[in-house]
């Protein structure tokens, strides 16, 4: 039997049995006996194993990222190459370490959620009430909750008149809930007013809390940017493993020294395996973090700012995101002649400051808005009388001038009882308060009295969560930039239509119950054409994520409350805004430090950005790796001739890699709609660039041994320096669509590389560690190399044309 079934069936049953035995004074006997019974239908704690944070990066260490690098320090052992292993090593190590801190950062949501359970409850033991921690409640309990608790558990109300209880950070609703008996209260909920006894009916990860906490758990995502680097990783790995066995096959066949040709294999191998390649990524992401924190998006996981570039959908938490989750006024309707001012000063009189009622408060917010609580000074307050969910309404005596009245505020309906016409005016009311409902409006009557006790019905007051500043605005341009907007909320459809209208989300806003009970297909269709949702619970908000990610959309999540965890958690991308839970921000991927959404505009600017950095050096990566492969392996299969030596390959990889960290800060343009890894492209564009620099290595191989004769060791030094110089003039190539001169390099980038080629051509100038070939050798190899580069780059330019289909459009 289910958890529901247990609620509705098994408690009916028992609640009023046990409540009888508590009071007749059979606590422990009913106590023991509700343990026994709940626990038979499935009532137990659920432990949560926990894995140690050794564990944890070690499974970094050895994740699906890094094993093509520990390929290249395997092969480094066997054959004693203890210097590249250990670099090799330490590339790795640094890694780990980075991807391991970022990811524990945001991986303590369940530890929050549970600490969260960490209260105090009272219970009856041995005839007395006494207090202690929640986490010793079981099902069957008894525990008293009164104004200012918070719930310990999932109970159910057995005793007492009723309760206002504040629900927003579990559920989305943004006005208190009243309970009474035989109603639920949720763990994590507090107490606004009220005292009731109830019974315990789950506890710890059974409750409704809870079971948010094990979606979180639950909500695991691969990231798009691990799924890209292990396609670029497979993809050379693939062509490096046919070449070298091309290699090992020829050299069999010649019958030359095997150690010899392990060797360059190894050589081969450590070049053609991006052993940077995780490292410049995650660098450059690491800067785009930074750079994002000077925005106010502070990043807890740097893939995030990847998936943030491709994300296509963003679901919105509607309470406290797209509105202010605070109540406030709107039009008060004045009736029989009383003045706007006149209502909402008697229903200020009716108010309350210091029971910090949230409706009490957004009336005296108004009233000192527009001037009008300064006039309460001239009134002398003789009596006031609390709302109770039984009269419905709050009441206050006043004397003003020697003369005494009374004001009240309450349901509409109550109010109306109050009044001597209310057949007269009565429909005039209804019509009022339906035309509010309709809106989502909670409607407040106001009435006063005179001297006899005539009631007068003096108008209505229209409360609302009214959305942010920023919102419609901020919704206008995500939609602009290919990004659809989804309301995802716990109140009622009514309010959730009203707030869409007002920010102009859309009108097709859906009840959770519109796609939860239909077949996958059809509720993917729903989901993804919705504009929002309405009376949602977490599960739901999960579910709605994993249905859009299904359908191949990249999905961000917006939220602020404990509720919003999970599918923050499980979205591609989940974003905390300002003043979220603690819960909330380590569920999400980039907590946001100021109000309104207006911020994730800049945050999506930049992550694009950044994804482009990181496109360009995947492209260039993958066209370097071809362009040395395929021209040593030809070399060595056709000429018999080694073109470089090991030493060089080692040069290569130190001068050429190095200085590509400065590719985080390039000057780059953000795409206007959403980014993704096309490894179509990537790899057309990289194949096509490698192809050309092979051509480009041959024609001045051939100069070099046809034409100018050089003897074997110049002609390396020969081939190393154009094979430097090229390769960082490919980088040039590869980071732009357009033409090299379209986008102007950042300084720093273009220092390092003209500082390492700088380094490169001395060493072959002046022979340190390689051959010398002097300055004359040296200039024509940069000539050429700049004459390749810019037909490599109208090469790119028209192929970018094939391949991109007229695509994507690009704003500085």
């Not at 409706?359 to 307050?381: H, M, T, V």
Request: with cysteine; proline share 3%.
């Amino acid at each position: 039997m289910n958890e529901t079934t247990t609620n509705t069936d098994i408690l009916k049953a028992t609640v009023k049995e046990l409540f009888e035995k508590f009071s007749s004074g059979e606590k422990g006997l009913a106590a023991a006996e509700a343990k026994k019974r709940l626990e038979k239908y499935g009532y137990n704690e659920i432990s949560e194993k926990k894995t140690s944070p050794l564990l944890k990066f070690l499974g970094y260490f050895w994740g699906p990222i890094p094993w093509m690098i520990e390929v290249a320090a395997g092969l480094s052992l066997a054959i004693g190459h203890w210097a590249d292993f250990w670099v090799i090593f330490a590339l790795l190590l640094v890694n780990s370490v980075i991807g391991f801190w970022q990811e524990h950062k945001a991986d303590n949501a369940i530890e929050l959620l549970k600490q969260k359970l960490a209260l105090k409850a009272k219970v009856p033991r041995d005839g007395k009430w006494l207090e202690i921690p929640a986490r010793e409640l079981v099902p069957g309990d008894i525990v008293r909750v009164r104004l200012g608790d918070i719930i310990p558990a999932d109970i159910k109300l057995v005793d007492g008149a009723y309760l206002t209880v504040d629900e927003s950070a579990l559920t989305g609703e943004s006005l208190p809930v009243e309970k009474h008996v035989a109603d639920v209260g949720y763990a994590g909920a507090v107490i606004r007013q009220g005292e009731m006894n109830a019974l315990v009916v789950a506890t710890g990860m059974n409750t409704f809390f809870g079971r948010t906490a094990k979606l979180v758990a639950e909500a695991k995502t691969q990231s798009h940017f691990q799924k890209a680097v292990i396609k670029i990783g497979d993809y050379l790995i693939a062509l490096a493993i046919v070449l070298v066995a091309v290699i090992f096959l020829a050299a069999l066949f010649r019958h030359e020294s095997v150690l010899e040709t392990l060797q360059f294999a190894l050589v081969l191998t450590v070049a053609a395996i991006p052993v940077a390649l995780p490292a410049v990524l995650t660098v450059t992401m690491a800067v785009g973090a930074m750079a994002l924190a000077k925005r106010k998006a502070i990043v807890s996981k740097l893939a995030a700012i990847e998936e943030m570039a491709g994300m296509d959908i963003l679901c919105s938490d509607k309470t406290g995101t797209i509105t202010k989750n605070e109540l406030t006024l709107a039009s008060v309707k004045a009736f029989q002649g009383f003045t706007d001012d006149e209502v909402l000063l008697l229903a200020t009189l009716a108010s309350r400051e210091e029971d910090q009622d949230p409706i009490d408060s957004a009336i005296i917010n108004k009233a000192r808005e527009l001037g009008i609580f300064e006039k309460i000074g001239a009134y002398k307050l003789k009596e006031f009388k609390p709302f109770d969910p039984v009269a419905k309404r709050t009441e206050a005596t006043v004397s003003a001038k020697g003369a005494d009245f009374k004001a009240s505020k309450g349901a509409p309906q109550i109010i109306l009882e109050l009044t001597a016409d209310k057949e007269k005016i009565a429909a005039q009311v209804e019509q009022e308060v339906n035309a509010l409902a309709a809106k989502g409006y909670r409607a407040l009557g106001v009435a006063k009295s005179d001297g006899r006790g005539a009631w007068r019905f003096a108008g209505i007051i229209p409360l609302f969560d009214p959305p942010r500043e920023d919102s419609a605005e901020t919704i206008k341009t995500a939609k602009s930039m290919g990004i659809n907007v989804k309301m995802v909320t716990g109140d009622h459809t009514a309010i959730a239509k009203e707030t869409a209208r007002q920010v102009n989300l859309g009108a097709k806003i859906m009840s959770a119950l519109s796609f939860l009970n239909k077949p996958d297909r059809e509720a993917k269709r729903i989901v993804e054409e919705a504009d929002g949702f309405a009376q949602v619970f977490p599960e739901h908000k999960y579910h709605i994520v994993e249905l859009l990610q299904d359908k191949g959309h990249i999905v961000g999540m917006t939220g602020d409350g404990v509720n919003d965890a999970p599918a923050l958690k499980k979205a591609d991308i989940g974003i905390a805004v300002a003043g979220a839970t603690d819960a909330a921000k380590s569920a999400a991927d980039i907590v946001l430090t100021v109000p309104g959404l207006s911020v994730i505009i800049n945050a999506i600017r930049e992550s694009r950005k950044i994804f482009q950095r990181m496109n360009s050096y995947a492209i260039y990566r993958i066209a370097e790796t071809i362009r040395v492969l395929i021209f040593m392996t030809l070399s060595i299969i056709i000429f018999k001739f080694y073109p470089v030596t090991a030493i060089m390959i080692v040069l290569l990889a130190l001068l050429n890699d190095l200085p590509i960290m400065t590719i985080s800060v390039d000057n780059v343009k953000y795409s206007n709609e959403p980014e993704k890894w096309n490894m179509r492209v990537v790899l057309s564009i990289a194949t096509i660039l490698g192809a050309v620099g092979v051509v480009s290595s041959f024609g001045i191989f051939y100069i070099g041994n046809e034409v100018l004769h050089l003897s074997r060791e110049t002609l390396q030094s020969f081939m190393y320096l154009k094979l430097s110089v090229a390769g960082h003039l490919t980088l040039f190539v590869a980071r732009t669509r357009g033409h090299f001169w379209s986008i102007k390099p950042a300084r720093p980038l273009f220092l390092a590389i003209i500082g390492t080629q700088t380094i490169a051509t001395l060493i072959v100038v002046y022979g340190i560690i390689l051959p010398s070939i002097g300055w004359t050798l040296a200039l024509f190899v940069w000539g050429y190399a700049l004459a390749a580069f810019v037909i490599t780059d109208f090469i790119k330019f028209y192929t970018y044309k094939l391949v991109d289909h007229g695509g994507i459009k690009f704003h500085k």
